[in-house]
């Protein structure tokens, strides 16, 4: 069994360093996809908290991941139409390649026009490996269809931008995903539970998302937001973690 969490630790995890420690050692990840690990010193010391043998950052750069074991490689891609580059880690000895995923932020109709073409990107990107068993992960900042938004929860310097995109938002991102062949795998394990992962001080809306193909999709073992009190106050997103058989 391999375990995945995938953690947006907030604005580089700046004085909740031993709080999101705490956390991701109650999950006792294999290995963890960090959002907004902006500074490397933070990440460092996380993975020094949770006794991890190997971490990847970029300083100010979003995307960071900590290992249990040592990987056999990692790298960070990012497409010309991306603000955001993408992880990719081949964890050693296993039978997976894992994606780390942070799309770009604002719920607006030009930001989410924006996700979809960073998704393309990345679906591109991974169609070499699209046979074997791979993972993307993180935080899509976007609304799977079928789940609610109340954009009057939404911050009230950010409902202006919904406003000026039009009023609407087509939300096509995970959708997109789900067309190109893979399965929400949250969606598949808790059909009727929101899985809200935003804010932790009163959760409304789902933005972090475990996906694998469709055809590897009897592997998850287990897939559910992480709501234990002290992930509260460690970040503003709930962690989502993952069990598949390798």
Known sequence: MFRLLTYNILRGGHGRTSAIAAVINACAPDLVLLQEATDL?????????????????????????????????????????????????VPEGERL?????????????????????????????????????????????????????????????????????????????VQTVLDAGYVDGFRQAHPDDPGHTLPTSHPHVRLDYVFVPTSHQARIAACNVVRDPAAVAASDHFPVLADFDV
């Open 41 to 89: 010193g933070n990440v460092e010391r996380i993975a020094e908290a949770t006794g991890m043998a190997e971490w990847r950052a970029f300083d100010k750069q979003s995307l960071g991941f900590l290992s249990r074991r040592p990987v056999a490689s990692c790298g960070w891609v990012r497409p010309r139409v991306s603000r955001h580059a993408f992880v990719e880690v």
């Open 97 to 173: 390649r894992v994606f780390g995923v942070h799309l770009s932020a604002v719920h607006a109709a030009w930001t989410e026009h924006r996700r979809v073409m960073e998704l393309r990107a990345l679906l591109r990107s991974v169609a070499r490996h699209q046979d074997g068993f791979h993972v993307l992960a993180g935080d899509f900042n976007t609304v799977a269809p079928g789940d609610l938004f109340d954009s009057g929860r939404l911050p009230m310097r950010v409902r202006p931008l919904v406003w000026l995109s039009g009023g609407r938002i087509r939300w096509r991102t």
